[in-house]
């Protein structure tokens, strides 16, 4: 019988607790939460409901937590990103094995200082690349490792942050301006930088990038337009409209029955009556051309591997659905790869398509195509040494934060090429 882990939980918002800690409520014997910290009071509620915690097992900051003597065998770090490296530094020195959200930090200096003191340390730390343990990428991975394709030449993956959700997470909510969490190419596209190194199987030896915020910005805002949606007279006709998306939307409004991520970001629990009042003044109630964003809306990434494969990556805001396309072309064929609706088409040249099955259920696909829970437990099977796969570990995760980071100064620096080997020695400097 598998051992029962217990864990420490620092931050408890919709990843902290609504991709890992909910993975108790189908496997309580696999795994019992019995603390958590988190500067939200109705967080806190919401863990002493969910999970039977007493108000003493409960902490208003992760620091706070972390001094106390060990409380689990491991601790869940998913608060904002400036402030991982420090909160993990702190489990590692109390002896605790660590999960820890991605990005490890907006600064590369940071990213190495964790690299060194986990080797120091001894301990397990897994960062939270979740893709590589969806079924649809590691299908992906099997097929290129077998030499499905041959060599591989070329990969083009293009993500499709949907014009909504752009809205939410990177205009209006935690990860709208860079100056307080990360750049947009680590906080949400962290996941295809690692992914793409992940598939090409080399290091990425030199990037460049374009990008830029160029549409949710003062100078579209409609004539006449208010600060905030709720006193807008466009409340019922924009696109972006806070009151219809939140309240009315037959995918994710809450009065359409819809009370899950993202309207449980907006107001815990969520109703018609909780998320009307949290719009009056919240930062989801905004006006998405009159907030105080500042990361990109639209970027591109041109990478050069090891042995001259080339591969880009596109991301947009302007699309209405969501999902991460790729095209892999190598020297015996190409596949094409849908994650939207978990299609692969492998093409052999001269030979005939062949559709790929994924080695999962339907209802396995669930959390980042299947990946959120398949970390984790993947994580406490190499703590309990049933397994010896490190996936995700922080020196495979620290290669695609130097890949990101790189990306950004060429942005910022109209596409200049970075050799990323001089770019992570200045930042050991």
Request: charged share 25%; hydrophobic share 40%; with cysteine.
């Amino acid at each position: 019988m598998s051992k029962q882990f217990t864990v420490a939980v620092c931050g408890c918002g919709s990843r902290g607790y609504g991709a890992y800690s909910v993975y108790q409520k189908n496997h309580p014997d696999r795994m019992k939460i019995v603390a958590a910290a988190d500067l939200r009071p109705e967080r806190l509620e919401l863990m002493k409901k969910e999970f039977g915690l007493s108000d003493e097992a409960c902490y208003s900051t992760g620091m706070e937590m972390l001094s106390q003597p060990k409380l689990a065998d491991f601790v869940i770090i998913a608060i904002q990103d400036q402030d991982h490296v420090a909160h993990t530094i702190k489990a590692l020195e109390m002896g605790y094995d660590v999960l820890c959200e991605k990005p490890i930090s907006p600064d590369l200096g940071e990213c190495l200082a964790l690299q060194e003191a986990v080797q120091k340390s001894g301990r397990k730390v897994f960062i939270c690349h979740v893709l590589r343990y969806a079924p649809f990428f590691t299908t992906l991975k099997g097929l290129l490792e077998d030499g499905a394709i041959g060599d591989v030449m070329n990969l083009d993956l293009i993500e499709h942050v949907q014009y909504w959700h752009q809205a939410h997470s990177f205009v209006r909510g935690n990860w709208r301006n860079s100056e307080e969490t990360s750049p947009m190419i680590l906080q949400k596209s962290c996941h295809d930088m690692d992914i793409i190194r992940w598939l090409m199987g080399t290091s990425c030896e030199v990037i460049s990038s374009f990008g830029d915020l160029s549409y949710f910005n003062a100078d579209h805002a409609p004539e006449g337009a208010a600060d905030r949606c709720l006193e807008c007279p466009y409340v019922d006709s924009c696109v972006y409209s806070a009151k219809k998306f939140y309240i009315e939307d037959e995918r994710k409004g809450v009065a359409t029955g819809h009370t899950g991520w993202p309207v449980n970001v907006v107001a815990n629990p969520p109703t018609v009556e909780s998320v009307l009042e949290a719009l009056k003044e919240g930062p989801y109630g905004r006006c998405v051309f009159k907030c105080d964003n500042n990361v990109v809306d639209h970027q591109v990434v041109s990478m050069r591997f090891e042995k001259g494969a080339i591969a880009t990556f596109t991301m947009s805001a302007f699309c209405d659905h969501g999902s991460r396309w790729l095209r892999i072309m190598g020297t015996k064929g190409d596949i094409l790869a849908d994650m939207s609706n978990n299609s692969i088409t492998l093409t052999p040249f001269g030979g005939k398509s062949e559709i790929i099955p994924l080695k999962a259920e339907k209802d396995e696909f669930a959390g980042h195509g299947g990946g959120d829970h398949r970390l984790l437990e993947n994580f406490m099977d190499v703590l309990e040494g049933v397994s010896t796969e490190t996936r995700t570990s922080v020196d495979a995760s620290v290669e695609s934060h130097v890949m990101a980071l790189a990306a950004e100064y060429s942005r910022k620096h109209d596409g200049e090429a970075i050799k990323l080997a001089d770019f992570a020695a200045a930042a050991r400097k």
